[in-house]
């Protein structure tokens, strides 16, 4: 597992705990790993409920959390993934596709960081081009033509910003998506499960219903630019995070997001499979709750809930 600074007590408690299982079974050594494992239980929650805007940065980026690709292999049964804008080319930093949810055939898509060197740098960090967000904006009017919700998953740094994705029209292909969102006439599910980047975030986060993990981020820049903007040093990024509101829970207070969706304690990365679990079961009752609405009304009640958070009180 990755290692984290803040969390390092805890890692020092488990490794003992680890050295002591080796030596054996004896009464006397399990009642002491009891007490320790009860001990580390009692940290990890501790430092988790105090977290800082800048470590909560830390943790949505965790190499170990539960990917795109993650959420598809357990959420999403027959999942047939499909390709390509029709345009320019296939991008992999936003794969996308058809499955079942829970019995429900719906459109699944979401940026996929990777989870090693190799699927990292395939995926291109999750930093998708703007055939991305045209195909992006192909599935979501597939899923429109036929009547099926649309699920994204949204874990980015921001979309791209090379040259080549600038010349193709990345501005305009960000835009085409909100705007997409915002027509589709089918229920939208979004949720932020790692890190939510500026437009790249947002061109496929204009749902009717947007989650996000406890500990995820959502901002219209990365601390570290905004730092380097403001102070002239990425120095600063601890600051920057505090000024922004980029937490979940500041953006619940704000009134951005619907939801807080609960990770295990320790983190997402901790237990992929209860996070994921927790995630499936948020985008469900959601479903539920939006499947019994016609198109009509959720486009009026989509465009209300972001106009309003536009509106001084």
């Not at 345009?87 to 996929?112: K, M, T, W, Y």
């Not at 990770?263 to 499936?280: C, F, L, M, Q, W």
Request: glycine residues 10%.
């Amino acid at each position: 597992m990755n290692k984290l600074d803040f969390e390092k007590p805890v890692l020092e408690l488990e490794a003992k705990i680890a050295e002591l299982r080796k030596i054996g079974n004896g009464v006397d050594i399990a009642g002491e790993i009891t007490r320790m494992e009860s001990k580390a239980d009692r940290l990890r929650k501790q430092i988790y409920s105090r977290l800082t805007p800048q470590q909560k940065v830390l943790v949505a980026r965790h190499a170990d959390r539960p990917r795109f690709c993650d959420y598809v292999q357990h959420m999403i049964e027959d999942f047939t993934p499909l390709a390509g804008d029709r345009n320019f080319a296939e991008d992999h930093a936003l794969p996308g596709g058809l499955g079942r949810f829970r019995g429900r055939s719906c459109v699944i898509l979401g940026q996929e960081k990777g989870s090693d060197t190799a699927s990292r740098v395939k995926h291109n960090f999750g930093m998708a081009r703007p055939e991305g967000y045209r195909k992006a904006q192909r599935l979501m009017r597939m899923a429109e033509h036929f009547s099926l919700p649309v699920v994204t998953l949204v874990d980015t740094a921001g979309a791209y910003p090379g040259v080549g994705a600038e010349e193709r029209g990345q501005a305009e292909a960000i835009a085409k998506s909100i705007e997409t969102c915002l027509q589709i006439k089918t229920p939208l599910v979004s949720v932020v499960i790692g890190e939510g980047g500026s437009g790249g975030a947002i061109a496929i986060a204009a749902a009717d219903r947007v989650f996000m993990l406890e500990h995820a981020i959502y901002s219209v820049i990365s601390p570290e630019g905004c730092a380097s903007i403001l102070w002239r040093s990425g120095a600063h990024a601890e600051e920057a995070a505090a000024a922004q509101k980029l937490t979940a829970q500041d953006l619940y207070a704000l009134g951005i997001i619907d939801r807080i969706i609960a990770e295990p304690s320790g983190g997402a990365h901790r237990d992929k499979k209860a996070t994921i679990k927790n995630v499936a079961t948020q985008i469900e009752r959601a479903l539920d709750e939006l499947s019994r609405q016609d198109g009509g009304a959720l486009l009026q009640k989509r465009h209300q809930k972001f106009l309003n958070m536009g509106r001084a009180a």
